[in-house]
């Protein structure tokens, strides 16, 4: 009877303090409850910010290589082997074919003799050039020019003594001491020495021109003879290299797209041979939207997932862009570069690029949003003075990772309701709070009931 006379008051206690509690806890967080006794409606806010929020704008994609490397023949030799097929991947180094180096080696030994030859034809030539023009220039040739210059000189020598004879004749022709005739003979003689001295110039002429292509001929000789040794040289050094050459090499790491070689074919020197595909970055082509064309530029950020790859996630960047859009399907291709270290990225994957478009500006949560219409509007219950809510238009922009930008209608700092504005109209006051904040305190001040009972045995 002691004991539920104790209990029983404890009980009450804790019924009536449970009421209490619970009826103000129905007051804080049920609007419905707060409405129908006056209260203040319970609501959470956020105060509009300026943030930065990036935007994905994504498109379709599919993968290509970052480069196309085309192999061609540097020789006409046989192909020995050929170690690669269409769609194989090579590394950087590895081995795509060899010529028959057995040929190759004869090509050498055949230059090398080449160069002999040439050699030994230079050396003649230049012993007879230096041979003439050693006569030449010690008077070995003087005879014949002494005499075509004496021959001159004498034709010289007559042409005067005529001309004085014809002065002498003319003189006491004109005395008529003597007749016409012996005038006409002195004046004919001049004529005829004229004549002598003008032949002995044009062969004094003739000598010094033959003499001079002698010369001439003997340097020509001399000058074949060194272009067939340098000929000969670089024929050599080419074999040279084409030894050296013979094991052709992946200058990338890739994929064979193309392969047009096959073993004991001798192809034509720069004949096609290899296409390779580097795919150590890939190059991911992708559809982007007509509308967007002025939100994408070169180097912006770009996320990639692979159909066959859906966990991994690649980093990129967006390398080229070609703005020509396509009728059909009012697109134009972006073209994003991402790194493939390991490899496992080919050529045809299909994808989805994720680029990001960063925009500073006003900012809410988006689920502070009121009947958005999709049309860039939609309203909101901002706090102001008096602790009233009021309806208000806005504009918004960008919405990304959970929050929307404003465009118009708010300023910073301005109180927006993000918890209990469906229940809201306009003018409402309101209670602005985390709504156990009351219960926390409470609980955290109260001491914590303790019951002593004492049980006896009758």
Do not use: C
């Not at 009450?12 to 449970?18: E, N, Q, R």
């Not at 003689?189 to 010094?208: G, P």
């Not at 496992?344 to 949560?365: D, Q």
Request: hydrophobic share 45%; net charge positive; no cysteine.
């Amino acid at each position: 009877m002691k004991l539920a006379l104790i209990i029983v008051p404890l009980v009450l206690a804790f019924m009536i303090t449970s009421t209490v509690v619970v009826g103000r806890q129905l007051l804080q967080t049920s609007p419905s409850v707060a409405r129908k006794v006056g209260y203040p409606m319970p609501v959470r806010v956020v105060s509009a910010a300026e943030t930065t929020l990036t935007e994905s704008i994504g498109a379709n994609g599919e993968a290509q290589p970052i480069a196309l490397v085309g192999l061609s023949a540097s020789m006409a030799a046989p192909v020995q082997k050929v170690s690669v097929n269409f769609g194989d991947m090579v590394t950087a180094g590895q081995v795509l074919m060899q010529f028959d180096r057995e040929v190759l080696r004869a090509a050498v030994a055949t230059a090398q003799s080449g160069v002999a030859q040439a050699s030994a034809a230079q050396d003649r030539t230049l012993q007879q050039f230096r041979r003439i023009k050693a006569s030449y220039e010690q008077g070995l040739f003087g005879a014949a020019m002494a005499t075509v210059q004496s021959a001159l000189e004498q034709a010289t020598s007559d042409l005067k003594r005529s001309e004085v004879y014809y002065e002498r004749i003319k003189a006491i022709y004109e005395q008529r001491l003597l007749p016409r005739i012996e005038l006409e003979k002195a004046q004919a003689a001049v004529e005829e020495a004229k004549a002598r001295q003008k032949q002995a110039e044009e062969k004094l002429l003739r000598a010094k021109k033959d003499l001079a292509l002698e010369l001439e001929k003997a340097k020509a000789v001399l000058d074949e003879a060194r272009f067939q040794y340098k000929q000969a040289e670089e024929k050599l050094l080419r074999a040279k290299k084409d030894l050296q050459a013979a094991t052709v090499v992946a200058p990338v790491a890739g994929i064979v797209m193309d392969r047009q070689i096959n073993p004991g074919e001798t192809p034509r020197i720069s004949q096609p041979l290899f296409t390779i595909g580097q795919i150590d970055q890939i190059l991911v082509e992708a559809q982007v939207s007509e509308d967007r064309i002025s939100d994408v530029h070169v180097k912006q950020a770009a996320t990639v997932t692979f159909t066959a790859f859906p966990r991994d996630t690649f980093e990129g960047e967006i390398m080229k862009i070609k703005p020509v859009i396509d009728s059909k399907t009012r697109t134009f291709l972006v073209y994003a570069k991402v790194t493939n270290p390991e490899l496992k990225l080919k050529p045809g994957l299909s994808s989805f690029v994720r680029i990001k478009k960063e925009h500073h500006g006003l900012a809410v949560p988006s689920i502070s949003l009121i009947n958005p219409t999709g049309l860039r509007e939609s309203t909101v219950f901002v706090v102001g003075e008096g602790v009233v809510a009021r309806l208000r238009k806005v504009q918004v922009g960008v919405i990304a990772d959970g929050m929307t930008q404003i465009v118009h209608g708010l300023a910073p700092g301005e109180l927006v309701v993000t918890v209990g504005q469906v229940y809201l109209r306009d003018a409402d006051q309101v209670r602005i709070g985390d709504e156990f904040e009351d219960l926390k305190a409470k609980f955290a001040d109260a001491p914590q009931p303790r019951v002593n009972a004492t049980w006896r045995s009758n």
